[in-house]
């Protein structure tokens, strides 16, 4: 299993890492690049560009940076022995396409840690202009909950299976499914629904 990383991604240029989850080392790096100083100078001059080392290597759209790289990372580590069965990346739906389509049409995909809260909290926003209670300060408490959850339960993907049910119910005095060692209400789950929300701010 591997997840890539895209730290900057601008206009004219864009890097991408894949990271192993198991060893936490770097299988592989990509750049890509829209721009060369000599070609582009030599251009604006009408002039043949000297004999230089240039790093240009991309003329498609900036968009495409990243699933381009991907693609070339994956295929290098398949070329060499290995194979790639899962990546954890973001929520973008087309460079899971184009891998499957490009490499193995097999291959999975988990959405990264940081872009499943992200996508939690945005959602917990949209709600909040239905429901008026659903202040900034109950919404930073529940993604508070989620990432403390999330950080006991590493490797643990039925503690996770849990823990979202226990995130979810927890604030409005339903403890069924949270655990002793981090709720005193566990075993006075019928304590008052307000006061547990509450005292947990």
């Not at 949270?178 to 008052?192: M, P, R, V």
Request: hydrophobic letters at 30%.
């Amino acid at each position: 299993m591997t997840k890539y990383g895209m730290p900057t991604h601008k206009l004219a240029t864009g890097h991408c890492s894949m990271i192993g989850t198991e060893t936490g080392k770097v299988l592989g790096f990509s750049v890509r690049s829209k721009y060369c100083k000599m070609c582009d100078e030599a251009t604006r001059k009408g002039v043949q560009a000297k004999t230089h080392d240039c790093r240009m290597n991309w003329d498609g759209s900036a968009k495409a940076m990243e699933q381009d790289m991907v693609v070339e990372m994956v295929q290098s580590i398949k070329s060499k022995g290995s194979n790639v069965g899962t990546i954890i990346a973001d929520d973008d739906t087309t460079t899971i396409a184009r891998l499957r389509k490009s490499v193995d049409p097999n291959i999975k995909k988990m959405s990264d840690k940081n872009h499943v809260k992200k996508n939690i909290a945005n959602a917990l926003y949209q709600l909040k202009a239905k429901h008026k209670k659903l202040t900034p300060k109950v919404i930073k408490y529940l993604i508070n909950c989620l990432n403390y959850m999330l950080c006991q339960n590493q490797d643990n993907p039925k503690g996770v299976e849990n823990g979202l049910e226990a995130v979810g119910r927890h604030p409005f005095g339903d403890h069924s499914f949270c655990d002793k060692s981090w709720c005193s209400h566990k075993e006075n789950a019928s304590k008052n629904i307000l006061l547990c929300l509450l005292e947990s701010l």
